[in-house]
């Protein structure tokens, strides 16, 4: 049996792709004082502000280990704020704060002008995303 190439496994190109990636994300967001994971929580939030730390955790595919320090980072910083739900004492929601929400055009502005110079080619880069999810998914529907 011959040996695999390194070089032809699709888990080694995601690897080294996410890993570039976070590097690049992490120069780009400095000027923010922003981490790739920070970022990616402001991202969700604002999608959807308000969410439930739970719900949070779910979308980002992040557990509570790891995001409830990033959450009291970006709470310090001020990007965020924590909130007990008035129904439920148990359930924690999250807030941008306005500081935040002003700097959302910004940030985005920067990421899409950084990312558009590596993947400039819209139909690749909606292409790499479709194949990204559907890779995810079929990784999430074999790993339950």
């Not at 959807?48 to 719900?55: F, I, P, S, T, W």
Request: overall charge negative.
């Amino acid at each position: 049996m011959k040996a695999q190439l390194l070089d032809d496994q699709v888990c080694f190109a995601m690897y080294a792709a996410s890993k570039k990636f976070t590097k690049y994300y992490k120069e780009i967001l400095a000027d923010f004082g922003l981490t790739y994971s920070q970022y990616i929580v402001l991202l969700a939030l604002y999608e959807q502000d308000g969410l439930a730390v739970k719900e949070l955790g779910e979308k980002l595919e992040l557990d509570s280990g790891t995001l409830t320090p990033l959450l009291k980072r970006l709470e310090t910083a001020g990007w965020l704020e924590r909130q007990r739900s008035i129904k439920d004492e148990r359930i924690m929601h999250v807030y941008l704060t306005e500081e935040a929400q002003e700097k959302e055009h910004e940030i985005a502005q920067v990421i899409n002008e950084c990312v558009s110079t590596v993947l400039y080619d819209e139909d690749e880069y909606k292409m790499l995303v479709s194949l990204s999810k559907k890779l995810n998914e079929l990784l999430t529907n074999k790993l339950k």
